[in-house]
């Protein structure tokens, strides 16, 4: 794996920081149907899932889109492949829901003519056709509803891998205030935690899945990246703390993505040999027979050396047991389960290599990586977290307060100029598109001005001039 990253890292000239993040979440979802991980502290008796869960923060032109194109090209591959059988199958299950359900109706039918109750109805439910699932399972932007929907019909390995993660962390999945929030880190804790999660509808109230994996990758830019560290609910319910979080400096172009670089074929057969093994582990996954309900039943993978001389047993008595213990509050709830993401780095780097232990190399591979990831987490600095105006009755509120700040500073006459320069010279952050045009347009103004004079219960308002 750490030749994949070279040969990304020279293929499209990003930093190796700026790749590892995606890469142990794809190798995750190639590896998580597989196998679970055994934890080495508490006597080595508890497992947990191999899934990931990263989080890259990268601003424009990090080479995100670029990064994941090159991470999965196996995945993909294999996708395009399975989808072609998948497509037959849903044509013939869409043909056999036709015949069942006119065979149904006929019964009800038979029933009604009758007026007596038996058992053909109940005993013709039964025989209901499953449907096949879809092998394309990347949810590069979905809800929390939407998710756990797809579980029921695509396979049991699940992953999120998207270079826009924004779409999610500050969209209708996440994004605070729109009263999902707390199901969305819930359900996708449990998944971490345990492969399991709940669905409530109305027609058939609670559904449990188990015997579910799902990795998450994602990419995405500060801005997006601070409402989802800034968030109460991600910090408090732990969902932040499954996350391993690194953030990237600026990526500027080598010279290595010059026409005729010597190493470029060997970069790409690096590139490569990685895809292929990704192809290989889900071409592999085990295949779940429609009628099980897709349940997953991964086999264990067990540490080769499981004494005291074991490098990440070393680490969790002398660091990590400490880091453990440490202070933790808000985000930092992260530190509370750095062993065990390491327990899920090494587990994943030998399944992916092959091994059906874990050796000490990989041990060793995953203390580098935890320690990245720690170290990480520390110096954190993705700004001041504000809330997102997004729509007019929002942005008057907001551009409301603004004016009361102006005449603590002695303003006493707003004219529209003065406030249209504000706006086009940066003097309010974090708009929209929408907003914003609103404001240029003297939309947001003139709101302002009524609700000015409204407050004040008066024709016009005294103690400051506006003037249209």
């Known amino acids: 794996m750490q030749d994949a990253i070279k040969g990304v890292a020279a293929a499209t000239g990003a930093p190796p920081e700026a790749i590892i993040g995606t890469l142990l979440a794809e190798a995750s979802w190639a590896v998580q149907s597989h196998y679970d991980v055994q934890l080495v502290f508490n006597d080595w008796k508890l497992s947990a899932p191999s899934s990931l869960f990263t989080l890259t ?15 999965s090209e196996g995945r993909n591959r294999y996708e395009e492949e399975a989808s072609r059988d998948y497509y037959k199958r849903l044509i013939r299950y869409k043909g056999d829901m036709e015949i069942f359900n006119a065979q149904r109706q006929e ?43 797809e579980m029921a019909f695509c396979r049991p390995s699940i992953g999120v891998m998207t270079a826009e993660a924004g779409i999610i962390l500050k969209g209708y999945s996440a994004g605070a205030g729109n009263g999902g929030e707390f199901e969305f880190a819930t359900t996708m804790s449990l998944l971490w935690d345990k492969g399991e999660a709940d669905k409530n509808t109305k027609e058939s109230g609670k559904i449990s899945y188990s015997g579910r994996r799902l990795t998450v990758g994602f990419m995405c830019q500060s801005v997006a990246a601070r409402a989802f560290l800034a968030s109460d609910i991600m910090q408090q319910q732990g969902m932040q703390a499954r996350f391993l979080i690194n953030q990237v400096g600026v990526v500027e172009s080598p010279e290595c993505l010059l026409d005729g670089d010597p190493m470029a074929e060997a970069n790409a057969s690096k590139v490569k040999a990685f895809n292929d093994r990704l192809y290989e582990l889900h071409r592999e996954s085990p295949k779940c027979d429609i009628d099980d309900e897709f349940i997953l039943a991964p086999k264990l993978l067990q540490w080769e050396n499981q004494d005291s001389s074991n490098p990440l047993g ?11 213990r440490g202070d933790h509050h808000g985000s930092n709830t992260f530190f509370a389960r750095v062993t065990e993401h390491a327990c899920r780095i090494a587990g994943v780097l030998a399944a992916f290599e092959g091994y059906t232990k874990i050796t000490n190399k990989h041990a060793e591979a995953a203390v580098a990586i935890i320690e990245y990831f720690i170290a ?39 004219t529209k100029k003065f406030f249209l320069d504000n706006a086009r010279g940066g003097g309010f952050k974090h708009m929209n598109a929408t907003v914003k045009a609103n404001i240029l347009e003297g939309l947001v103004f003139e709101e302002v001005i009524k609700m000015e004079i409204a407050a004040a219960g008066m024709t016009k308002v005294t103690n400051i001039q506006y003037l249209l």
């Open 376 to 414: 990480e987490r520390r110096s954190l600095d993705v700004g001041e977290e504000t809330s997102t105006l997004n729509n007019l009755k929002e942005a008057t509120e907001y551009v409301r307060g603004w004016f009361q700040k102006q005449k603590t500073k002695g303003v006493t006459t707003m």
């Open 57 to 71: 923060i990268s601003e424009s032109g990090g080479r995100k889109s670029v990064i994941l194109a090159n991470l």
């Open 314 to 324: 070393i680490w969790y008595n002398h660091v990590g047991r400490q880091v453990e």
């Open 107 to 149: 019964i009800i039918r038979k029933n009604k003519a009758s007026m007596v109750k038996n058992d053909d109805l109940y005993n013709h439910d039964l025989t209901e056709p499953k449907r096949p699932p879809n092998p394309k399972s990347n949810q590069s932007n979905f809800t929390t509803a939407g998710l756990m929907t």
